[in-house]
């Protein structure tokens, strides 16, 4: 779409709007003579005569912050139970033709595509109740990263103009994500497909149009159809848990030679692939050894956990076993104790950043400092034993 490339242009020229300056109704009219400029049909802007003044709810949930942060056995266990396995199974036999269709032109394993239906629309049946427009508009005016949230309402405006969803259908989370994939407007102008040939990209309701996509995205982020996401291991006793995290990649030989070793105790399959070590929930959890499928997953949602999950639930469907070492009792920690973790961190000359309760590469290397000081493991995880022994 060429308004995308237009609008990215304007992004990097560093163009503002200054939303805080005007009423809601202005900045409305002033969107409306900018997308007019851009070739957006008058039809299509009439939508905009129907949006609301800024929806608190909308605001509300981008400031939120939870008062605790969830733990991995609490993200795992609401996105991988026996029944999410069993669904995820009998669709991918009602839906195998179509799946193996978008294997053979992607690349992409059709239990991974099931994969990132489930989590990211529990298969379609949770696509958010929020009007697109009215979201990304309520976000746009905000001043906070009205630059971003302005280009994806363009970008909305336009998908609607091209005819591929009317202004009423277009349903989505309150960040403005749309659709049974959870797309950004622009992540759709620029992988969006035409599966059943109908001539509109619908990602809301046409099965083809949403796996199709979806393998469009994964293809071009570099997703490999003949290798694995990752796998879980055991670590030996000796392990060097600086070398845990995604910014160390080694061969698989190498990490067999250090004492890699599958959770069946057989030595982890080698292949000329480069991997690397993902501990969640510290030393005392399970690991992972991860290879570039697990990346291009975080192209598509950046968190750990979820591309952990995506992984695992994959492996669920193909009758993959459970994850053998997972924590008893995961205790989660509040903002308030990861800012008390941080601030006790820093004053022990610990440089963990500004203590705002988010863990960050700064506060992990901060943590594996003090745990190198008091001969810990090194695996830069903040727990609550962590923060007694910062007390003490």
């Known amino acids: 779409m060429k308004l995308v490339a237009a609008l990215f242009l304007l992004f990097f020229l560093n163009v503002s709007i200054h939303a805080e300056e005007l009423s809601f109704a202005e900045w409305v009219e002033q969107l409306r003579v900018e997308a007019r400029s851009l070739g957006i049909s008058e039809s299509t ?4 005569d129907s ?14 912050q939870p008062e605790y942060v969830q733990t991995f056995t609490r993200y795992l266990g609401l996105r991988v139970t026996d029944r999410q ?5 009998a669709l991918l036999d009602e839906h ?8 053979q032109r992607y690349g992409v394993q059709p239990q991974y595509l099931a994969a990132f239906w489930a989590i990211e629309s529990n298969f379609g049946s949770t696509t958010g109740g929020f009007s697109v427009l009215q979201a990304l508009a309520t976000l746009a005016f905000d001043p906070r990263r009205a630059e971003f949230f302005r280009r994806e309402m363009l970008i909305a405006l336009q998908i609607i103009d091209d005819g591929h969803i009317s202004a009423d259908g277009m349903s989505g989370s309150w960040a403005g994500a749309m659709g049974q994939l959870q797309f950004m407007p622009s992540v759709f102008a620029l992988h969006g497909v035409d599966g059943d040939g109908d001539g509109k990209i619908d990602i809301w309701n046409s099965l083809p149009d949403i796996f199709y996509s979806a393998a469009n995205f994964l293809s071009k982020s570099g997703w490999k159809g003949d290798e694995r996401w990752g796998r879980e291991v055991v670590l030996p006793s000796n392990f060097d848990f600086a070398l845990a995290g995604t910014n160390t990649r080694k061969p698989l030989q190498a990490w067999s030679e250090l004492g890699i070793r599958q959770v069946s105790g057989a030595p982890i399959p080698i292949a000329d692939m480069q991997a690397s070590i993902v501990i969640p929930v510290g030393a005392e959890g399970p690991a992972f050894l991860v290879y570039d499928n697990f ?5 598509y949602n950046p968190p750990i956990f979820y591309a952990l999950t995506v992984g695992h639930l994959a492996d669920r469907f193909t009758g993959g076993a459970a994850i053998q070492h997972m924590p008893e009792n995961e205790q989660a920690m509040s903002i308030a104790d990861i800012q008390e973790l941080q601030e006790r961190l820093n004053s022990l000359g610990f440089d963990s950043g500004d203590p705002d309760g988010r863990v960050g590469s700064k506060t992990r290397n901060a943590i594996r400092a003090y745990q190198q000081q008091k001969q810990l493991p090194m695996d830069g995880y903040a727990s609550f034993a962590l923060l007694e022994g910062l007390r003490n």
């Open 96 to 103: 195998a033709e179509l799946l193996e269709q978008v294997r």
């Open 295 to 299: 990346r291009v997953t975080r192209v």
């Open 45 to 48: 802007l009439a939508a905009l």
């Open 85 to 89: 396995v069993s669904r995820g199974q």
């Open 51 to 64: 949006l609301e003044a800024p929806l608190e709810r909308v605001l509300e949930l981008d400031s939120s």
